[in-house]
């Protein structure tokens, strides 16, 4: 059996970790999920800043330990990629010292993922304000990643984002899409999409990438396993 713990801030679209597990190729991975203490509900920078700060983030790694994770994602994006490329990776320094364990975070896990895809442009659909979704860009592009574009939609709290459906999902996704981007990114963990991947790359006739569903690969990748799901995307087909 292997764990994956993951720090999840608030309440919004925890529940596709849930669907997530259940959708697995595997009946060997448990997906254990603990809430951090969010602080204000805003997509600002001062209150990501506070959002993703160490104590915050060091208070639930005894309950995933508890549980038995192997690795800790991080899975908040905007909380991350707001530190920079540097900061961010200070970040999961202090929380794998915390945890004791692998660590990582969404922001990182994007990243990563899109090399694993083999793509090197990629568009960005995100449910930001325009200069939260700039800093992702700019996180990107320290990673070596070309932004072809990226859409912003001024949403400021997660919990509105929580409510999206599918139809809302979509319109994000056809929205944000750009002809040369090689993949197309939704990076809000509270954005609900574990149910839409498959549906949103036959739309789009290219490899869609989302926060949770990133986050969960991440979390296998740091302790080398590898599990299969059609209904995850490309990002989890099993090879040819």
């Known amino acids: 059996m292997t764990a994956i713990g993951f720090l999840y801030p608030g309440h919004s679209a925890e529940d596709d970790y849930e669907r997530i597990e259940l959708m697995l190729a595997s ?45 800790v994602v991080w899975a908040c994006t905007s909380a991350s990629f707001v530190y920079g490329w540097e900061g961010a990776r200070e970040q999961i320094r202090g929380l794998a010292k915390a945890a004791g364990l692998p660590a990582s975070s969404t922001s990182f896990a994007f990243a990563h993922a899109v090399r694993a895809l083999g793509a090197t442009r990629v568009a960005v659909a995100a449910t930001y304000p325009a200069d939260v979704a700039g800093l992702f860009a700019d996180f990107l592009k320290a990673g070596g990643v070309e932004v072809v574009s990226a859409r912003s939609s001024g949403i400021i709290t997660a919990a509105e984002v929580g409510t999206w459906g599918r139809d809302e999902v979509l319109e994000l996704a056809l929205a944000g899409d750009a002809r040369d ?42 302790v080398d396993r590898r599990v299969w799901s059609e209904s995850l995307g490309r990002l989890f087909a099993r090879p040819e």
């Open 181 to 222: 981007a090689e993949a197309v990114l939704l990076p809000d963990t509270a954005l609900h999409t574990a149910a839409y991947v498959r549906e949103l790359e036959q739309v789009l006739g290219k490899p869609v990438l989302t926060a949770n569903q990133v986050s969960v690969w991440e979390g296998l990748r740091l």
């Open 27 to 71: 009946s060997e991975v448990r997906l254990p999920l603990v809430h951090t203490d969010i602080g204000e509900d805003a997509h600002r920078v001062d209150a990501l800043l506070e959002m993703g700060a160490a104590e915050r983030l060091s208070a639930g790694v005894e309950e995933l330990r508890l549980s038995g994770a192997e690795a």
